[in-house]
Structures are given as structure tokens and as C-alpha cells.
């Protein structure tokens, strides 16, 4: 039986299929981000569910991947939308983070990456929690960027957008980890 | 659903420059706009992100929807800094209007000097940005990045995000279809936020499991062709004009000339007009 079994070395490999599955997970957040809805109660959190794409292909295949998708498919998004590739570039790179440090799970939760499924599916849970919560701390180079002060940033960017997108990852990514693990064993990888 | 990026300014002056001129402007008028804090400057610049957005062609009609959206999103996010901030005021005199009830932030002729900067280089970064989102053909993105020096296998990354936009939108859409058919509809509105999330999986599920499967080919065809073993060419060759080296120079002497005055002058400190003052009582 194969597992999701990644060594340090392997992480920050580079090939086609590495390129290949990036596209696709920036294609489809940026197609599925089209796609949100107000978290009942509150004014400004948007619950989007595509996000849950970004640490799923981090945690699945890698940190370079979990990057490209979060940076290239919000920016992508942004594209789609009309607002520009790069006009909020360190919001997609924070979105890009979030796939980086979910990709990093093996290093960190090696126990869940490596056991059975439904560890696996937890693990994958855990990494999109984590990187929400670490990934999301670049929007505070809006202060900078942006003059915004730390307190506006804390208020209404980072904690609104960290609680929806930890509500998002606990709830999407195991299933995605459940859907993908036996078709990645049909295709052998 | 229609997630093509729209190719408007087609045929613009803008649109027919070298498409890392518009990548490169970007980033050379945020190192600007960012060392600003004189509302005169801002006010300047924002006049020249506005004429450069004029250079791009687009109907206003095509856009209205997108511009309500960014004044709409940065005039929220300049308030919210105006009511809650206080720190970029730290240290300098102020000429308080009123307190706001309840959280008592002072509102000042500062204070609102600084908004209406704030908002101005928010404005003046989206007019910058736009026409990235309108001037460029979106095959253009992956050779762009390419030749601005961004690694080969990046660039190719991007290029094959654009070129997949289409084939997924359309499997979106067949997978919507398919799941009404079976009686479940994602976009069915009236259940909680859990509720909702959990009615994505049987979307999300079949259309990310299969992109990720059927991507075999395209890995297949890129491996046989040797993808990554050497150096790749494009087939789209892009070279610069001498307008693009002019204004890509305009850009870049403005950005090194704000840096020596941001050392040197006043620019990076809050200026405020003297009627503000004058409104608050007070002698400038």
C-alpha cells in the first residue's frame, strides 16, 4: 500500500508532475474562487471554500506546489476578477504561504503524514490550520504596503480571515484527503 | 461561467507595449507610492497612475462593476484605519475635531489628512494595477515572467494556469449539472455555514480528483518532450521598443528620486492642508 510518505529531500523537488499539479490547483482556486458566501452574523468574513485547495496541494504534494497554488491561483482570482495580477501581491503571497507551510507538514506532524488514512485525513486538517494561522501573518506587510495600522490589519484582515479559513480547512481538506487517497494509489503515485 | 480574463484595452497604447513593461510598472510605482505621505505628492501621483490609466483604452462601462468593487473595498479599509488607527499620529500635534463615541478615536485634521492620503495611493495603486488585468493577453503571462528573470519552470507554471482556465470552468459547470441531476444542488441557499461548506464536497471532491488524474497526459507529454532537461524557448518572443525603455526609465526615476526625498525630506511625514486646521480652530 503506498503512503503520503514525503522525505525532506523529495519536498522541495522540482519535476513536470510537480509543474503540472501547481497549474491545476492555481486553475481551479482561481475558477472556485468565484465561488463565496458571509459568514451568518458577521459583515466582512467570507467564507470561500476554494481556499481549502491551497493546503490540500501543499499537504499532498509538496511545499513549491502548496506556494504556486496559493500565490499564483489568488492572484489569479484577482485576475479573473478584474482587479490585476499583482495589485494585491502580498495577499496572494500570503495565500501562497498558507500551501507552503501546510506542505511542510511531513516535518511537522510526520506521524499523521505517515499513518493510516484517517490520520492522513486529520493531518491534512492540522496543516491547513497551521498554515492559515502562520501563512496569513504576511498581510501585515500591509502596514507597510498600505500605511494600515497593526490594530485595522488585526481586526478586520487577519482574524476574520483566519477563523473562516481554519473553518474551511477543517472541514474540506479531509474530505478532499479521503476522495484523493485511493485514486492516487490507482495511479500509483 | 466565464472565467477568461478579458483582453479590453486590446489594440491601446498601453496593450501594445512589451507586457513586462505593465509587470514592471507595478512594482516600481508601489516602491513610490509607499515612501509617500505628502498629500500633494499623492495627490501627483494619483494624477499620473490616472493618465497611465487612460493610456489602457478601457471603456468605463466595462469596468464600472470593477471600480465600484476596489473604491468600495479601499474606502472601507481607509475608514476602519481612520476610526481605529492612531499610531501612524503618534508624536505629532494634532488638531482634534471631535472623539468618536464609544471607542473615542480622536478624529483631527491629521487624522483626515491622512485618510484622504491613504485613500489616494490605495486609488493610485489600482489604477496602476488595472490595466495588468486588462492590457495583457493572457498567453503573454508565462513568456513575461519568463523573461523578467522569474525561474523557467515558474513561468511555465503560469502559463499552463491560463491555459487550463478554460477546460476546468467547463468541467465546473458539467459537475454542477451532474450533481443536480442527483438531486444536489451546492449553490442552494438557506443552510448554515457548516451546512454549506460540507454541501461543496461533492463538487470540489470530483472536479479536484479528477483535474489531478487527467493531468497524466499533459505530465506525459511534457516528459516526452523533455521537459526540464535543458533550456526552454518560447515560442512568443518579446522585446522592448524604445517607448517601453522610456517609460520603464520614467518609472524607475521616479521611484529612486521618492527614495533620496523620503531620506531627505518631508515626504514620508503626514502633511496637512492649512483649511483643516483652519476648521478645527487652529492656526497652521
Known amino acids: 500500500m503506498s503512503t503520503m510518505t514525503l522525505q525532506r529531500s523529495n519536498l522541495w523537488e522540482v519535476t513536470s508532475r510537480t509543474i503540472v499539479y501547481a497549474a491545476i490547483g492555481a486553475a481551479l482556486y482561481g475558477v472556485l474562487s468565484l465561488f463565496s458566501f458571509l459568514l451568518p452574523g458577521t459583515s466582512n468574513v467570507s467564507i470561500r471554500p476554494a481556499f481549502a485547495l491551497v493546503p490540500f496541494f501543499g499537504y499532498a504534494f509538496g511545499p513549491l506546489v502548496g506556494l504556486f497554488v496559493g500565490f499564483v491561483g489568488n492572484s489569479i482570482g484577482d485576475q479573473i476578477n478584474g482587479y490585476g495580477f499583482l495589485t494585491y501581491w502580498n495577499w496572494s503571497l500570503a495565500n501562497g504561504l498558507v500551501g507552503l507551510v501546510a506542505g511542510l507538514a511531513p516535518l511537522y506532524i510526520a506521524n499523521f503524514v505517515n499513518g493510516p488514512i484517517s490520520r492522513r485525513a486529520i493531518g491534512g486538517a492540522i496543516a491547513g490550520v497551521v498554515g492559515s494561522v502562520i501563512g496569513f501573518l504576511f498581510v501585515f506587510s500591509d502596514i507597510w504596503v498600505g500605511g494600515s495600522s497593526f490594530d485595522s490589519l488585526l481586526t478586520t484582515g487577519y482574524i476574520p480571515i483566519v477563523i473562516a479559513d481554519v473553518i474551511v480547512s477543517a472541514i474540506l481538506i479531509p474530505i478532499l484527503v479521503y476522495a484523493w487517497e485511493p485514486v492516487k494509489d490507482q495511479l500509483g503515485r | ?284
Open chain 2, 1 to 284: 461561467m466565464n472565467v477568461a480574463p478579458r483582453y479590453l484595452g486590446r489594440g491601446s497604447w498601453l496593450a501594445r507595449r512589451d507586457p513586462r513593461v505593465l509587470v514592471v510598472v507595478v512594482v516600481l510605482f508601489i516602491i513610490t507610492a509607499i515612501q509617500v505621505w505628502d498629500l500633494r505628492l499623492m495627490a501627483g501621483l494619483l494624477a499620473l497612475a490616472l493618465l497611465y490609466y487612460r493610456t489602457a483604452g478601457i471603456r468605463f462601462a466595462d469596468v464600472k462593476r470593477n471600480w465600484i468593487a476596489a473604491i468600495t473595498l479601499l474606502t472601507i479599509v481607509v475608514l476602519v484605519n481612520t476610526v481605529l488607527t492612531g499610531n501612524r499620529l503618534a508624536g505629532i500635534q494634532v488638531h482634534p475635531y471631535f472623539a468618536m463615541p464609544l471607542i473615542g478615536t480622536v478624529v483631527s485634521a491629521e487624522s483626515v489628512s491622512y485618510a484622504a492620503t491613504q485613500w489616494m495611493r490605495y486609488l493610485a495603486m489600482v489604477a496602476i494595477g488595472f490595466p495588468v488585468a486588462f492590457c495583457i493577453a493572457p498567453a503573454d503571462f508565462g513568456v513575461a515572467f519568463a523573461r523578467l528573470g522569474v525561474p523557467e519552470k515558474f513561468a511555465v507554471g503560469v502559463d499552463l494556469t491560463f491555459r487550463f482556465l478554460p477546460s476546468l470552468a467547463v468541467e465546473y459547470q458539467q459537475t454542477i449539472d451532474a450533481q443536480r441531476i442527483r438531486g444536489h444542488d451546492p449553490s442552494k441557499k438557506g443552510a448554515g455555514p457548516i451546512a454549506r461548506l460540507r454541501s461543496m464536497g461533492p463538487l470540489m471532491t470530483p472536479l479536484t480528483v479528477n483535474a489531478i488524474a487527467g493531468a497524466e497526459d499533459t505530465i506525459d507529454a511534457m516528459d516526452l518532450r523533455g521537459f526540464g532537461t535543458g533550456k526552454r524557448s518560447w515560442l512568443r518572443h518579446l522585446a522592448l521598443d524604445r517607448t517601453d525603455w522610456l517609460l520603464i526609465l520614467g518609472f524607475l526615476v521616479l521611484a529612486v528620486v521618492t527614495t533620496v526625498a523620503g531620506f531627505t525630506t518631508s515626504i514620508s511625514e503626514i502633511w496637512t492642508p492649512p483649511f483643516l486646521i483652519g476648521l478645527a480652530g487652529g492656526t497652521p
